[in-house]
């Protein structure tokens, strides 16, 4: 495994739309219109260089595309030496978009989380589908690649393979099934958006299968193995892998040695029991133990047996985690 050479970095509280998945929905920053000191954030990307990190990648408490000087940001990354992309949500101005490619950003990650009505439903903001749909056919006519995050929740669930046959239609390089993680003021409130993940593993399971068709990279984010097929084990990123993940972002700042720190993140979140019990615990890291009380267990059941077609890789550091084609990459595509 090597270490994530992403550094995410939060720019602004500005937002124009507000997903009910929202991490900072209950926070009193949210919606204001703040962004965070520009020097603030190149101090944080520095340093971040200087422990090897060499892609930026803008995240969100907001909209990173809102950001009044975001394009000057990316052109700073791009004479440093530092590769960049963005988390958005598609509603921004074509122009700006441009601009940041101008600028050198190198692809974008859209939050696109279903389409046409349901998409507007989950960011409360009308016409969101109809923008995505046309910054991404903008992407793809200029050769700009994106992925595509799609945050399963209650609202879209069952959509989930209409949005994978739609999303690989238009062309996303990355598909990312990306599980609700119970962070921040979520604690007391998951089952209002999470579902059960045994109601989860059909969809996920068949849309895997048509994005294996489509040779489309995927990424599980945050699944237990225990509700999967084998199969599909080696696509799935939780906790403990996050660090290691390349399309994730790597919260030491540093690219030595993180095996202790990402066990340590696993640990922090994941089920005692029966994550304990579990043979396959050292490569699914356990699962969510706020998630899997507000389901009362969630059905967690222990792997009793390893399967013969992981017995070569069962007891090495990255497991069946090297065995995702799209953790063989760095997270820069261009």
């Keep these: ?27 009193p920053d949210f919606h204001t219109n703040k962004d965070i000191p520009i020097e603030q954030v190149k101090a944080e990307i520095l340093r971040a260089k200087a422990n090897g990190l060499n892609h930026v990648n803008y995240v969100g408490y907001g909209e990173p595309s809102l950001c009044s000087y975001v394009v000057e940001l990316t052109k700073w990354c791009t004479d440093n030496g530092m590769a960049s992309s963005m988390i958005t949500n598609g509603l921004g101005s074509l122009a700006v978009y441009n601009d940041l490619i101008a600028a050198g950003m190198d692809h ?54 209409k949005t994978v046959d739609y999303e690989i239609s238009m062309g996303a390089y990355h598909f990312v099934f990306l599980g609700f993680l119970p962070h921040y003021e979520w604690d007391m409130h ?36 225990c509700h999967l097929n084998s199969k599909y084990w080696p696509y799935v990123t939780n906790a403990r892998h996050v660090l290691y993940d390349p399309w994730e972002w790597n919260y030491t700042l540093r690219m030595d040695d993180i095996s202790a720190e990402a066990k340590q993140l696993g640990d922090s979140v994941a089920c005692d029991t029966p994550c304990n019990e579990c043979l396959a615990r050292h490569h699914c890291g356990g699962w969510n133990k706020k998630y899997a009380d507000a389901f009362g267990g969630a059905d967690l059941k222990p792997i009793t047996e390893v399967p013969a077609e992981y017995a070569a890789v069962w007891d090495n550091e990255g497991g069946v985690f090297d065995l995702n084609p799209a953790n063989e990459l760095t997270g820069t595509i261009r």
């Excluded at 048509?210 to 995927?218: D, G, I, P, Q, V």
Aim: aromatic content about 10%; hydrophobic content about 40%.
């Design 190 to 225: 998951v089952d209002e958006v999470a579902v059960h993940p045994g109601a989860l593993r059909p969809l996920i399971e068949e849309g895997a299968e048509s994005l294996l068709l489509a040779e489309t990279l995927f990424t599980i984010r945050y699944q237990p193995f």
């Design 108 to 161: 974008f990650h859209i939050s696109s989380h279903d389409t046409h009505q349901v998409l507007n439903a989950v960011f409360d903001h009308n016409g969101a589908f109809e923008k995505q749909m046309m910054l991404k056919q903008n992407l793809r006519a200029g050769g700009i690649p994106f992925r595509t995050n799609f945050t399963i929740q209650r609202e879209n669930y069952e959509n989930l393979l």
């Design 1 to 27: 495994m090597k270490p994530c050479p992403r550094v995410g970095v939060e720019v602004t509280w500005k937002c124009n739309a507000t997903c009910k998945q929202c991490f900072y929905l209950r926070n």
